[in-house]
């Protein structure tokens, strides 16, 4: 079906739809967001810290570390902590998904499976929402982004990190965060992330790229440049504010050869993280695990389920394009069909030339038959004559025999 064709027009007036988008801010903020954050890695990296610091806010409360005679669970467990958070007049509600336990057994051959099953539990309830006649009360509890952390050891990734972000980087908006970087140098943290990137790259895991839109201005290029560019983060978390040498009180960790500032660029990757993950790119995480993450879920679900599916629904298409496209499939099934005439022909064909060819050698056999018959009887009247020119009578049976040969010549 051809598409109607678009006239641009030019106003000679104010209208007033160009007030759409404060339409849907006001429409936003009435509403309210929703955002599911998880954080996954081994113990003691500060990943409750880092939320805290993050949102600014205590979502975890201080944790007693377990004695050493306490029995330790002996699978990974999922603990979830939302919180209602409001800031000039915008609510978020915030969930944060812990996975305690991960990477902390001797063996972690399976420890993210219990995670997997976590997030497609959470894809499954959203599709059960979808599938209700009531839609209106739809909550949005999937998970938006997934902050991994690795362990700052300098080296490259362990195999439990690549085996995680194999199994997920599909499901999920993975971002890597390396841990605790004020154990490293800045020639260490340097060295460090190349590797990282080099493992993320060598076995093809998708991490979380911030979208570049067409007519953006160049500070919003460069701002992407820049947070492009600290992939992996290296992060510091604290939420204890500290007095540096110079009498300034900064949220940072304070040690004798000096403070680490929390908010400073030029001590580690937070704010930069934070950038990305609160302040520039949370919605863009959002749709992307609507739009891609679960629709990909979901399709194959659905086909697994053996609900059938159809691509080319609500599909926009270019309409010359889909005129050849057309074209192209009508010659192609011209070309199949001229293909399988001709292979009939030829069938019918040499079916035809082989029963001619059986009919002709069943005469030549009836004729060499009927030949062979006639020079038999020629020689025996040969053989019959020569007897009597010789003088000898022919016996009663010869007679006979002779009589009907005969007959048989001479009948017409």
Known sequence: MASDPVVRKKLTGYVGFANLPNQVHRKSVRKGFQFTAMVVGESGLGKSTLVNTLFNTTLYPPRDPIPPSAERPQTVAIQSISADIEENGVRLRLTVVDTPGFGDFVNNDDSWKPILEDIESRFDAYLEQENRINRQKTVDNRVHACLYFIQPTGHSLKQIDIEFMRRLHQKVNLIPIIAKADTLT???????????????????????????????????????????????????????????????????????????????????????????????????????????????????????????????????????QRVAEERALHEQKLGKMEIEMKMVFQQKVQEKEAKLKQSEEELYARHRDMRDALEKQRSELEDKRRRLEGGRPLTPTEKTATKNTTRRFLRP
């Open 186 to 320: 800045d020639e260490e943290v340097h060295s460090f992330k190349q590797r990282v990137l080099s493992d993320i790259h060598f076995h093809n895991i998708q991490i979380f790229q911030a979208p570049v839109y067409e007519n953006e201005d160049e500070e919003t290029l460069g701002e992407h440049e820049e947070i492009a560019s600290k992939i992996p983060f290296a992060v510091v978390g604290s939420n204890q504010e500290v007095v540096t040498p110079d009498g300034r009180a900064v949220r940072g960790r304070a040690y004798p050869w000096g403070v680490i500032e929390v908010d400073n660029e030029e001590h580690c990757d937070f704010v930069k993280l934070r950038q990305m993950l609160v302040r520039t790119y949370m919605e863009e995480l959002r749709e992307r695990t609507d739009q891609v993450l679960y629709e990909n879920w979901r399709t194959e679900k659905l086909v697994s389920l053996g609900v059938p599916q159809d691509s080319s629904v609500f599909k926009e298409t270019n309409p010359a």
